[in-house]
């Protein structure tokens, strides 16, 4: 054998895991994952290229995967150049008409677009849109509108991404969402991909976030709980293991499972190719809640 014909170990090893990932493509192809990109995983350079890999591959091998984006780090960035100060309240942005411009025009125009270009640069086709689009999503005012244009989703009319999954495009959707008067409204972005995952009867719903996922006690990472139930997951919220910008990740896999997703997963966004770990492994990473209890990894 000539030596350029040499078969190196690198090689063996990178057939051989091809090869065992073929369940789990034939599983999944064809099937939509609802993925809520954020966190760290969005913020540094290595991880952000490993996402967008993920996402490429996963779309190469016939998985529909549909990301959903917030944006905090660069929405706070820009609020502070135009001195508005950020506020919070349960996880939730207080959103005041000026704070709102800001929000959808980072949001919508340029962390979408990032999205978009970096997904585009390693082969991926992507096609980002927003709430308004096609009419994807509509909000409704949280509460009693103290927290300002801060949407909850009254619809999801997912009509528009049929053709693009159909035709191998990746959707990446900001968070904002106009109300019934057109009025743009800010959306907490796992509520969206929850609500999406239900939507399109997703096999999985996956947020992407900077914990190892649901955590007994939050200031100990090695307490993560890797299996939850429905009722497991709402005792959580009751008994305050699960605060802050947790519990909108729990209460969106709780209402997705609801709705009949098969499972959902608070992932380690931190860790490079989270994304395939969960969906290529038995294992799994992170928290996963099921709907029915005893179910095993899905
Ligand atoms: P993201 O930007 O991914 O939406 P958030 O900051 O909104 O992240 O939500 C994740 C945060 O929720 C964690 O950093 C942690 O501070 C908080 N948290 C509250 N309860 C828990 C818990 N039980 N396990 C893990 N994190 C928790
Ligand atoms: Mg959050």
């Known amino acids: 054998m000539s030596p350029d014909r040499h078969i190196s170990s690198e090689d063996t090893l990178r057939v051989s895991v091809l090869s065992e990932a073929l369940p789990y493509i034939q599983r999944f192809a064809g099937r939509r994952i609802v993925i809520k990109y954020g966190g760290a995983a969005m913020v540094r350079e290595?991880?952000?290229?490993a996402v967008f890999r993920d996402l490429a591959l996963l779309a190469c091998v016939g998985v529909q995967p549909v990301v959903v984006h917030g944006g905090g780090p660069e929405i706070n960035q820009?609020?502070?150049k135009l001195a508005i100060e950020p506020r919070f309240?349960?996880?939730?942005?207080?959103t005041c008409p000026d704070t709102m411009d800001v929000v959808e025009m980072v949001l919508v125009?340029?962390?979408n677009k990032q999205i978009v270009n970096g997904l585009n640069r390693v082969g991926g086709r992507a096609v980002g849109l927003s709430g308004s689009d096609g009419g994807l999503v509509q909000a409704r005012t949280m509460g009693?509108?103290?927290?300002?244009v801060v949407g909850d989703v009254a619809r999801v009319d997912p009509s528009v991404l049929s053709p693009l999954l159909a035709s191998g495009y990746i959707p990446v959707i900001s968070s904002v969402a106009p109300n019934a008067d057109g009025l743009a409204h800010n959306i907490n972005a796992d509520?969206?991909?929850?609500?999406?995952?239900?939507?399109l009867q997703a096999e999985k719903l996956i947020l992407l976030t900077d914990t190892p996922g649901i955590l007994r006690d939050r200031n100990a990472p090695t307490s993560l709980i890797r299996q939850l139930s429905l009722s497991e997951a709402r005792q959580l919220i009751t008994d305050g293991v699960v605060e802050g910008g947790m519990t909108p990740k729990t209460e969106c896999c709780i209402r997705a499972l609801a709705q009949g997703v098969k499972a959902a997963h608070i992932i380690d966004g931190r860790?490079?190719?989270s994304l395939l770990l969960e969906v290529f492994t038995n294992a799994g990473i992170?928290?996963?809640?099921?709907?029915?209890?005893?179910?095993l990894h899905a």
Do not use: C, K, N
């Open 286 to 295: 992170g928290t996963m809640v099921v709907g029915s209890p005893g179910l």
């Open 109 to 111: 125009g340029r962390v």
């Open 144 to 148: 009693d509108g103290t927290l300002g």
């Open 271 to 273: 860790v490079a190719h």
């Open 46 to 49: 290595d991880l952000r290229d």
């Open 191 to 199: 509520t969206v991909a929850g609500e999406l995952a239900a939507a």
């Open 78 to 80: 820009w609020l502070e």
């Open 89 to 94: 309240q349960d996880g939730l942005r207080v």
